[in-house]
């Protein structure tokens, strides 16, 4: 039987010719569409892309999948039990991420200081105001909670800024850029001291409701809150309450508990917040760099018998 690969997306030729280089006895299934990769599940071999209605079938059927390439960083979506059960291969994208997020990260951080997201609010009532504007990004402290591709970039742009750069990961170890790292259980600690906190772990048990009523409290009330990694690693209420009191001065969110953000949720009506419909990762060069630089890298191991090691998935921590 001809060994199978099923992509989920629509790819320009460029990429799909150079999968096809390194796969030329292969069968090889590429589209959005769930009509084109649908029938073609059981007998996948490699699936790069998940998708949430594949499930049913690679849960309820005996199937041939030996890897699955995700094409988000993000894996809390995946039915993880299972796929370390049957002993298959997960690997992430994360490390696409790290220029469009940490510019949306800045985008979201400038338009706090030079009062961007307020002048918009006038602009469209015709309304000539200084609304107060007075602050600057140059030499204020940022908290960076999980330095990994995204927080070491922003890192890089925090110092450009003369900024001082607090970080946060599960090592603690130093990290370029980096003035000073602690590790998970520092946060505490490292909250009261920044005038930017920007969260961007990624979903895990460890992580989900991490930041709610006391992390707000040990926050600044000049702060500002911005959130790229997921919603579930918020309370979202507890959050609501620390603007609404003033605990801190804002928020910027890419990320929230429910997706898309209902219409009654009182985030969207806040003038101290700026929503990003969880568009902080998107760029005209996704799809180059899941295939150049992790995808083909990891298929190129896989075929001389060797364990993806790109971004593969550790099961133990769901990262």
Avoid at 9 to 21: H, S
Avoid at 265 to 294: A, D
Avoid at 295 to 317: A, H, M, R, W
Wanted: hydrophobic content about 40%; overall charge negative.
């Amino acid at each position: 039987m001809t060994r199978k690969l099923v992509i989920t997306q629509n790819l320009d030729e460029f990429l799909l010719t150079k999968v096809i280089e390194i796969l030329p006895d292969w069968t090889i299934i590429t589209g959005s569409d769930p009509s084109i990769w649908e029938p073609h599940l059981n007998d996948a071999e490699i699936i790069a892309g998940w998708k949430k209605q594949m499930e049913d079938t690679i849960l309820q059927t005996d199937i041939n999948l030996k890897w699955l390439q995700t094409w988000s960083a993000g894996v809390n979506k995946v039915p993880l039990d299972y796929f370390q059960e049957k002993k298959i291969h997960v690997t992430s994208a994360n490390g696409v991420h790290g220029y469009p997020i940490s510019e949306t990260i800045f985008a979201l951080m400038l338009s706090f200081t030079r009062k961007i997201h307020t002048y918009v609010r006038q602009q469209t009532k015709q309304t000539w105001h200084h609304a107060n504007m007075n602050q600057e990004l140059h030499e204020k402290t940022v908290g960076i909670i999980g330095v990994g591709h995204i927080g070491r970039e922003t890192a890089k742009i925090a110092k450009a800024f003369g900024m001082k750069v607090l970080g946060i990961r599960n090592s603690g170890g130093q990290e370029e850029n980096v003035d000073e790292m602690y590790t998970s259980s520092d946060l505490h600690k490292v909250l009261p001291q920044c005038d930017f906190v920007i969260v961007t772990l990624p979903l895990t048990a460890k992580t989900k409701g991490l930041f709610g009523k006391v992390e707000f409290e040990f926050m600044k009330n000049s702060s500002i809150f911005i959130n790229i990694g997921r919603g579930a690693i918020v309370k979202e209420t507890e959050l609501i309450e620390a603007l609404e009191t003033q605990q801190i001065a804002g928020a910027g969110l890419d990320v929230f508990e429910i997706e898309p953000l209902p219409k009654d949720n009182p985030l969207w009506k806040m003038e101290n917040v700026i929503i990003t419909p969880h568009t902080s990762g998107s760029t005209e060069h996704y799809n180059q760099r899941v295939i150049e630089n992790i995808f083909i890298p990891n298929l190129k191991d896989y075929l001389k018998g060797k364990t993806p090691s790109v971004n593969l998935l550790n099961f133990e921590k769901g990262y």
